[in-house]
C-alpha cells in the first residue's frame, strides 16, 4: 500500500479541531483523493489504472473526498452496498488545484455569488460542485471540523477518470482490518496520514469558500 498510515489518536493531536479544513494525505507533487465503489468498478479501476469498463459511466457525477473518515462515514467502512471497494487515488497537485478553481458551492452563498441567478446558472454549467460538511471520527459523530468533498462531471469528470492518476490503489482490505481493529481496542487504530493542505492562492481560497 503506497499510503503512509499512523495512529488515529496522534493524527487528532496534528489536526485543527475546527473550521474549514482542506486535509489530505500529500507529497510535494501529489494528493491522495477517496471513493468507494462496487466491485466490478473498482477492479476495472485498479487493473487498468483509469476508471472505465461496462460498470462505470462518465454522464453522471462522482465525488472525491481527501478526508479518510469522511470516505469511511459515507461507505460505512466499506460496508454499504455499491461501496463495497475503497479506492485511494493519487492525484497531481496541479491537477487537484484545477478542480478547485472550477468549484461551484452546492448551496447558495451570497458573498460569493451576491446574485442567486449567478450562482444558479454557475452551478448548471459547471463541471465542479462543491460541498463543505462535518467531518467525522472513526465511530460516525460529526466534528466541529468541516470537510471538502467535491462532485466532477463532464469535461473534468473525464480529465480524472482518463488522463490524470498518477495511481489507483484498491485499500479495501486495510479499511477492513482497522476497522476490526476499531471495535476492539479503538486505541490502536491506524489512518492515512493526513495534514492541512497548503493552499496559498488567495483566489482559490476564495473560490472554495476556505476562510
Not at 4 to 10: A, E, G
Request: proline share 6%.
Amino acid at each position: 500500500m503506497k499510503l503512509k498510515t499512523v495512529s488515529w489518536k496522534k493524527l487528532q493531536e496534528t489536526l485543527p479541531a475546527s473550521g474549514k479544513q482542506l486535509i489530505a494525505q500529500q507529497t510535494a507533487d501529489t494528493v491522495v483523493v477517496y471513493q468507494a465503489y462496487s466491485p466490478a468498478i473498482a477492479r476495472y479501476a485498479v487493473d487498468h489504472q483509469v476508471f472505465g469498463g461496462n460498470a462505470y459511466s462518465y454522464d453522471r457525477m462522482s465525488w472525491i473526498k481527501p478526508n479518510f473518515l469522511w470516505m469511511m462515514y459515507r461507505c460505512g467502512w466499506a460496508a454499504k452496498e455499491g461501496q463495497e471497494r475503497v479506492l485511494a487515488v493519487h492525484l497531481p497537485k496541479t491537477f487537484f488545484e484545477k478542480i478547485l478553481s472550477q468549484a461551484v458551492p452546492s448551496s447558495y452563498k451570497p458573498w460569493l455569488f451576491p446574485e442567486k441567478e449567478a450562482w444558479q446558472a454557475a452551478l448548471q454549467a459547471g463541471d465542479v460542485r462543491l460541498q463543505w460538511d462535518p467531518d467525522h471520527d472513526p465511530w460516525g459523530n460529526k466534528l466541529e471540523r468541516r470537510a471538502i468533498q467535491l462532485g466532477l462531471r463532464g469535461d473534468i469528470l473525464k480529465e480524472f477518470g482518463q488522463r490524470q492518476i498518477v495511481a489507483i490503489e484498491d485499500i479495501t482490505g486495510f479499511v477492513k482490518e482497522q476497522y476490526a481493529v476499531l471495535q476492539r481496542d479503538p486505541d490502536a487504530l491506524q489512518v492515512p496520514e493526513e495534514s492541512v493542505y497548503p493552499l496559498e492562492d488567495p483566489v482559490l481560497c476564495t473560490t472554495i469558500d476556505l476562510r
